[in-house]
């Protein structure tokens, strides 16, 4: 052999196909665009226009004295004076803030008792429980101001519904005419709305607790109360920052009831009614109406902006 056979070459192990890349995504469509443009533009745009541009009139209009009468020219800037003057000299604003603080106590004891007394029995999948679930949610699907008329031909002391049942015929009481009680008249009417909105929400809660905790307290030899108190309620923690929140603002924003049965007066003056007199009343004092209207949205905003932070910053942390 004249010539030396070559060595045959190493031949590298083939790997593994290189993988394809995933396609991007494709741009969206020019219909995709406009269909997507709309369904976040509107909102913004009706946002902005009926929530924020009025928000920033009112903060700006509580530093003036205006009637309403005649263009922007003839607003007169006066500072904090609505705020000093309301504070010190307006009869009507701290009864109003008592009855809202009244309100709001009353809400959160007597419907949120109720609504999770009435949860909690729905809950052991009572007979024609639907039946009832409906019958006691139906007056939240009324508004204010139909409950205020309801319940003002319950009131009325000639001829009343509550009169009749409790035997006072001939001695009327006059439910809502007399100050002294006319105000706790109208939280009973407000709870019977409230007290439906609550149940559900809880109603809702009990459902999403795991079963095995209460299996696991009944096999400690926990009773169904201790059960309740010790496993159900404090897991039904979230839900209870929600009807709270729920019951702070249905406090505050109570109008239409009171304003229904004697426009909110006589011991019935609530904030939001002080803000309704003030700018559309006979005065018209455009500037005080917003300086309360202020005064409402930061006692709203000092509830709502805590339960907004936990909330997020809660589903931050997950």
């Given at each position: 052999m004249t010539a030396l056979q070559e060595k045959p070459k190493?031949?590298?192990p083939e790997g593994p196909p290189p993988r394809r890349r995933g396609k991007r995504a494709t741009a969206l469509a020019g219909t995709d665009k406009l269909v997507l443009g709309l369904m976040l533009g509107i909102p913004t745009i009706v946002h902005v226009l009926f929530?924020?541009?009025?928000?920033?009139g009112s903060i700006a209009l509580s530093f003036s004295r205006w009637n309403g009468i005649g263009g922007f020219e003839d607003i007169e800037w006066i500072g904090v004076d609505n705020y000093v003057e309301i504070f010190t000299e307006y009869p009507r604003f701290w009864p109003a803030v008592q009855h809202n603080l009244i309100w709001l106590a009353f809400l959160l004891v007597v419907p949120t008792c109720a609504g999770l007394l009435l949860?909690?029995?729905l809950d052991r999948e009572l007979?024609?429980?639907?039946?009832?679930?409906s019958a006691l949610y139906m007056p939240m699907v009324l508004s204010l101001a139909l409950i205020g008329f309801i319940w003002q031909l319950i009131y009325t002391p000639d001829g009343g519904l509550l009169n009749a049942v409790l035997g006072l015929s001939d001695k009327p009481v006059d439910w809502i005419g007399d100050s002294d009680i006319n105000l706790y008249s109208v939280l009973v009417a407000a709870a019977w709305r409230h007290t439906g909105y609550i149940m559900l929400l809880y109603l809702a809660g009990l459902k999403s607790v795991d079963p095995a905790?209460?299996?696991a307290a009944a096999l400690d030899g926990a009773s169904a109360v201790q059960t309740f108190f010790r496993v159900t309620f404090p897991v039904m923690k979230p839900v209870n920052i929600v009807v709270a929140v729920v019951t702070v603002i249905e406090a505050l924003r109570?109008?239409?009831?009171?304003?229904v049965i004697n426009k909110g007066r006589n011991g019935l003056e609530l904030l939001s009614v002080l803000v309704t007199d003030n700018i559309i009343g006979e005065a018209s004092r455009i500037g005080r109406g917003s300086?309360?209207?202020?005064?409402l949205l930061t006692i709203s905003l000092g509830v709502i902006i805590p339960y907004l932070y936990q909330t997020f910053s809660k589903e931050n942390r997950t």
């Open positions: 190493a031949v590298a929530v924020w541009i009025p928000t920033l949860a909690v029995l007979r024609f429980s639907r039946i009832y679930q905790l209460k299996e109570a109008f239409d009831i009171v304003y300086a309360v209207a202020v005064i």
